[in-house]
């Protein structure tokens, strides 16, 4: 992270605890650990963090038990120090925070046996600071979880999806129509002892992908495959 000193920082953990912190603060401690810093709890990890001009108009928070909760930039913001921005049944947890300017926008999430759902963001509304999300997508919490949530725009036309052993593949978005929120979607991999890890929105103008797990990735260098395909395997392109 970097920023002056007039700015703040949001830090987003797995339990549904916001932080805040005065940028002028983390650079006197920016050679310890953050976590540290933050005396986070046991079991507590970091997920996502802003400096307050990242912070957009809405937030989509994802959990693992499926459920999606939508946030207005002026409930994060008066986060002083830090505050709880959603309430977490027992065993669920967040696994992603992501902001967008735009209500229009469709909310695309994955489960780790390789389901995605694409539904539209204006179907939920925002909602106060602690409250319970909703079902954003359906799964079954004895054998799969939702691993992964992003943002698709009117810019988006295809979807990139990772495993956790490395395959890779770029699949047009037509394969994956929108639908109602709370379904299961549809399979994105043909999967042999594998799992999904990442979905990434890509236009045609973008040259990279830029993962989470495995940084930037030519586009050019990874193939174009059927929803149901396998893809390749990243750590030998």
Do not use: W
Request: net charge negative.
């Amino acid at each position: 992270m970097s920023g002056t000193t007039e700015e703040k920082f949001y830090i987003f953990t797995n339990i549904g605890k916001c932080y805040c912190i005065d940028a002028a603060k983390f650079e006197e401690n920016k050679e310890g650990n953050l976590s540290n810093f933050l005396k986070l709890e046991e079991n507590e990890e970091i997920i996502a963090s802003y400096d307050n001009s990242k912070i957009n108009e809405i937030a989509y928070v994802a959990t693992k038990f499926g459920l999606i909760k939508k946030i207005a930039k002026s409930e994060i913001l008066a986060i002083k120090k830090n505050k709880n921005y959603i309430t977490l049944q027992e065993y669920d947890s967040v696994i992603n925070v992501v902001f967008t300017n735009d209500n229009t926008e469709k909310v695309c999430m994955g489960s780790k046996n390789g389901n995605i759902v694409i539904f539209d963001g204006a179907t939920i509304s925002c909602t106060k600071l602690p409250s319970k999300g909703i079902l954003g997508m359906k799964v079954d919490i004895l054998v799969d979880e939702v691993v992964t949530m992003n943002i698709v725009n009117e810019t988006h036309t295809q979807l990139c999806t990772i495993t956790t052993t490395g395959y890779i593949k770029r699949t047009s978005l037509e394969e994956y129509p929108v639908t109602l929120r709370g379904t299961k979607g549809r399979l994105a991999h043909k999967y042999n002892n594998d799992n999904l890890i990442e979905i990434v929105p890509i236009s045609n103008s973008d040259y990279i992908c830029n993962s989470n797990v495995f940084g930037e990735i030519p586009i050019s260098t990874i193939p174009e495959a059927s929803r149901t395909s396998r893809g390749i395997d990243i750590l030998k392109m």
